[in-house]
């Protein structure tokens, strides 16, 4: 707090000392001044189209059903034999390897498998180059 001098009693000075803040005002306006112009000039940016459209003339093929038991067999297609490892990676490469687009694979398993099988089949399926990958779950009873 200011103090007065020479001629009064000693009590403190009741003005305001503005000259801070006028510096910290003359800073801010230079500020701004040198930085509004540049916030008017428009950078254009190509972005990427990240997920390309079916032509109306494609048709996006029949999706793979894959079935998880609780047991941990597995079936896919309309299959009524469970299918070996082997039998679902070779499905999943010729889904991996067929032109855009590719068909979904669509994984319905029970809700007590264990969750290390489920995962041992969606890394076979990224191993195989599969891009659509979907969860298929039935409503409560």
């Known amino acids: ?24 005002m003359l800073v801010l306006l230079i500020i701004f001044m040198i930085t509004a112009p540049l916030m008017s000039h428009r950078i254009t940016v190509k972005l990427p189209n990240a997920n390309p459209r079916i032509e109306d ?5 029949p999706p793979l059903d894959v079935a998880i038991k609780e047991d941990g067999s597995i079936y896919y297609g309309d299959s009524t034999t469970a299918a070996t490892e082997a039998e679902l990676i ?6 991996g390897n067929s032109p855009p687009p590719q068909p979904e694979v669509q994984i319905r398993a029970a809700q007590n498998t264990e969750f290390g099988i489920v995962r041992k089949v969606l890394a076979d399926a990224k191993d195989s ?3 659509h990958i ?4 039935t409503g409560k009873e």
């Not at 003339?57 to 093929?61: G, I």
């Not at 070779?90 to 889904?95: S, V």
């Open 90 to 95: 070779q499905q999943f490469k010729i889904i």
């Open 57 to 61: 003339n494609q048709q996006r093929p």
């Open 129 to 131: 180059s599969v891009v």
């Open 1 to 24: 707090m200011a103090m007065s001098s020479g001629t009064e009693s000693g009590s403190p000075m009741s003005e305001i000392n503005v000259t801070p803040l006028v510096d910290v």
């Open 134 to 137: 979907d969860f298929v779950t």
